[in-house]
């Protein structure tokens, strides 16, 4: 996170989990990067306005896809949300798998940990594109890296 700016987003509804949670990423020198919001997290996700790089779901069971609707409007494209146990979720596994705008990969060791990356929209890849042909100083060649399922490489002459 240090080299990307990144910031880790958690929540957590025991005080005690809490507080640990908060020392071990202090302990770990990643204190000032993380926030650890404490209480009902279907209370406290209700006030975030912020973009979100990386989320960890990790909560009650029947709560799994109100988190992934809510909070997946705020995680930035490129941006990471994670959920434990979900072998005991099979609504969040279809509901991850299921929308065009995410990628989620499964690691089935243990309880489950799904992966899932919120894609970069075609329009955004748009958007880098036609600033790119804009500038002044493109030499021969210029590459877009656009991530859509697989990674490609559209090559175009100027």
Do not use: C
């Not at 929540?11 to 507080?19: L, Q, S, T």
């Amino acid at each position: 996170m240090r080299s990307t700016g990144g910031h880790l987003t958690a929540f957590e509804i025991d005080h005690d989990r809490a507080e640990a949670a908060r020392e071990d990423f202090e302990k770990a020198g990643v204190g000032k990067m993380v926030t650890v919001v404490e209480g009902d997290a279907h209370k406290q996700i209700a006030r975030l306005q912020t973009p979100i790089d990386l989320v960890f779901i990790g909560a009650d069971k029947s709560g799994y896809v109100d988190y992934l609707s809510t909070l997946a409007l705020l995680v930035r494209p490129g941006g990471l949300i994670l959920a434990h146990n979900v072998d005991m979720v099979p609504d969040y596994v279809k509901a991850v798998t299921t929308n065009r705008d995410l990628k989620t990969i499964f690691y089935t060791e243990g309880a489950g940990l799904a992966v899932t990356l919120k894609k970069r929209r075609l329009r955004a890849v748009k958007a880098l594109w036609v600033a790119a042909i804009k500038r002044q100083d493109l030499r021969q060649r210029l590459y877009i890296h656009a991530k859509a399922g697989t990674t490609g490489r559209i090559t175009i002459d100027v």
